[in-house]
C-alpha cells in the first residue's frame, strides 16, 4: 500500500525553524518526484518545494531561500528544513507525490497522493 506520513508541524516563534518529515510507504522518492504543499482555510493549496528523481528542486518565489526540501533515499524520507520562519509560513503542510521521475512544477493537480497534513504555527 502506498502511503504518504508527515511529522515535524510544532508551533514555533517567528525566527525560529522546524524540520518537516515524509515517511513514504511503498513509493520511492529516490525514483520520483516529489513535493511539500501548504494551505490555509480559505486559501488554494500552494506549492512549497518540489524535488525530483534526480535530485533538482523547484521552489516558490515567496521563500526567499529559506527552505530546503531534500531527500533521504535509502530510507524513502522527504524533509523540509524551515529556517527564518515568518508568521506568514502557518499553515497545513502536506507531503505529496507524483508518478512521474521529473518535477513539472509546483502546481497541486500534478500530485497524485497525499499524506494527512501537518500543521506550523509560526506567532510573533
Known amino acids: 500500500q502506498v502511503q504518504l506520513v508527515e511529522s515535524g508541524g510544532a508551533s514555533v516563534q517567528a525566527g525560529g525553524s522546524l524540520r518537516l518529515s515524509c515517511v513514504a510507504s511503498?513509493?520511492?522518492?529516490?525514483?520520483?518526484?516529489m513535493g511539500w504543499f501548504r494551505q490555509v482555510p480559505g486559501k488554494e493549496r500552494e506549492g512549497v518545494a518540489v524535488i525530483g528523481g534526480g535530485g533538482s528542486a523547484i521552489y516558490a518565489d515567496s521563500l526567499e531561500g529559506r527552505f530546503t526540501i531534500s531527500k533521504e533515499d535509502f530510507k524513502d524520507i522527504l524533509y523540509l528544513q524551515m529556517n527564518s520562519l515568518k508568521p506568514e509560513d502557518t499553515g497545513m503542510y502536506f507531503c505529496?507525490?507524483?508518478?512521474?521521475?521529473?518535477?513539472?512544477?509546483?502546481?497541486?493537480?500534478?500530485?497524485?497522493?497525499w499524506g494527512q497534513g501537518t500543521q506550523v504555527t509560526v506567532s510573533l
Open positions: 511503498g513509493y520511492s522518492v529516490n525514483k520520483f518526484c
Open positions: 505529496a507525490a507524483d508518478y512521474s521521475t521529473w518535477c513539472a512544477g509546483l502546481q497541486a493537480s500534478h500530485f497524485k497522493l
